[in-house]
Every structure is written in C-alpha cells, then in structure tokens.
C-alpha cells in the first residue's frame, strides 16, 4: 500500500498546535511560576531545535542556561561556541509564532492557564513521566527548559 502525503499534510502533522500546548503546559510546569507571555514564545524555537533538545534530555533541576548553551562544543577538533546549539533560532522563532499563539488558545480554552498582564499562570501542572517515551522526552525537555529559563534573569535571556 503506498501512503501519498502532501507537504502540506506532513507540516500539519508535525507541527500540530496541541502537541505545541503539551510543550507549552510542560515548560510552564518546570518554570513554577507566573510566567512572563513572552517566554512561552521564546521556548518553542529552542525545543524544536534538535541539538538544543539533545542537551535539555540531559539537564536536571541544578541546570542553568548558562551551563547548557554557553559551554564550548568539540567538532572535528575544532571548538565551536555552545551558541551555536541554537543556530537559526530567529528564523524559527518567526515560523512558530502563529503556532504558540495557538497553543496558548488551546490552553486557555481548556483551563489549564489564566493570562493576566502579560503573565501566563499555569493552573494544571503537567508531569511528563505520564507519557510514553517519545513524547515523554519532549516534555521533558521542556520541563527542563522551564527550570533553567526559571533561573534566569530577563537580561540574561535576552543576551542569550
């Protein structure tokens, strides 16, 4: 039997506003706290970077932004900045805009966050040791991106 899949059908696929919303929902989670709108923004274009993610499935609660990003990477014997984990990021960021929002529709609309001036609160944690591995890793990450963007000054991040 042979599957015919447009472009179009696979974007749909992979880049589905409620797997966006579980994303979203598992780094609120890790973060703890009222977030700041523009964060949930600034953490898709990370989780859905494969290097970024890569060093996220490895972080745990004394994780710092710093401590994952910045450290310098070995390729070829040559040292590259740890920067570089998030090539493209802007590009990303722009592409997934309307797909956050969407996301942040889809949570709203379920009750598991409130928006208020700016700040997103989280009503329904959500633990990522609930789901099956692959997914279970995704969230992960996020909870994970959540703690360390938790750390983190807003000058901080936006030096980043």
Request: one cysteine or more; proline letters at 2%.
């Amino acid at each position: 039997m042979k599957i015919n899949m447009s472009i179009s059908k696979i974007k749909q696929l992979s880049l589905n506003p409620h797997f966006f919303s579980l994303l979203i929902q598992s780094f609120l989670s890790g973060y703890e706290k009222p977030c700041e709108l523009k964060l949930a923004f600034m953490a898709l274009p990370i989780l859905m970077y494969e290097e970024s993610r890569q060093r996220l499935g490895n972080a745990n609660k004394r994780s710092r932004i710093d401590t994952l990003f910045q450290s310098v990477q070995v390729i070829e014997n040559k040292k590259i900045s740890g920067k570089t984990r998030l090539a493209g990021y802007v590009d990303r960021y722009d592409s997934l805009k309307p797909y956050c929002k969407e996301a942040l529709i889809i949570l709203y609309s379920k009750n598991k966050i409130v928006i208020d001036e700016y700040k997103i609160i989280l009503i329904k944690t959500l633990n990522y040791r609930s789901f099956d591995n692959s997914i279970s890793y995704w969230l992960k990450c996020a909870f994970y991106l959540g703690v360390v963007f938790a750390k983190a000054s807003e000058q901080q991040l936006s030096f980043f």
